[in-house]
């Protein structure tokens, strides 16, 4: 995977934490058989990492909840793997590694679009993750959708090993 201008969001932590998405997964890709499940362990935490951010963030302004589900699910579909690839199931890492890159150009594409621009929107400090002065969560909770197919009409959440 290469990052690219199509990647970023303007949030400059968010976009941060998908370059290293983009360097873990390359770095998976490139890992010898032995240091396959190692590589895969550390990707898996900085993916944890990742979601809990954005997930923390959308707490703080009552995002809707679909985001945060997809998160859930592909965090668990990763750690399923995990197992798999301890027992020396390599294929279904290999496997994985071809589902990810899909899956994270599409999520990026609308949910965490969708996020990034709710969030400058009302001009949230993602440092601090504090609301302005005069905003609350009351008028958080006006986000016009999560960027999930099921709010937003023609974004497509293309699934992960389904
Ligand atoms: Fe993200
Ligand atoms: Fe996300």
New binding site residues.
């Given amino acids: 995977m290469q990052w690219g201008e199509r990647y970023e969001l303007g949030i400059a932590r968010m976009d941060e934490t998908h370059r290293e998405f983009i360097e873990y997964c390359n770095a998976l890709t490139a890992a010898a058989p032995e240091n396959f499940l190692a590589c895969l362990d550390a990707f898996i935490a900085h993916t944890a990492a990742h ?1 809990d951010q ?1 997930n923390r963030w959308m707490e703080a302004v009552d995002f809707p909840a679909c ?1 945060r589900a ?2 859930d699910r592909v965090l668990e579909v990763m750690r399923e793997i995990r197992q798999r690839v301890e027992k020396n199931d390599l294929f279904l890492g290999r496997r994985l590694l071809e589902e990810l890159p899909p899956w994270f150009d599409n ?1 990026v594409d609308t ?2 679009a969708a ?1 990034a621009f709710y969030l400058k929107e009302i001009s949230f400090d993602t440092e601090s993750g504090a609301l302005p002065a005069n905003q609350s969560a009351a008028h958080a909770r006006s986000a016009q959708g999560c960027g999930c197919s099921a709010h937003a009409p023609g974004a497509d959440t293309k699934k992960l090993f389904q």
Avoid: I, K, N, R
Wanted: glycine content about 0%; overall charge negative.
């Fill in positions: 979601f954005e985001h997809e998160h999520h949910m965490d996020l």
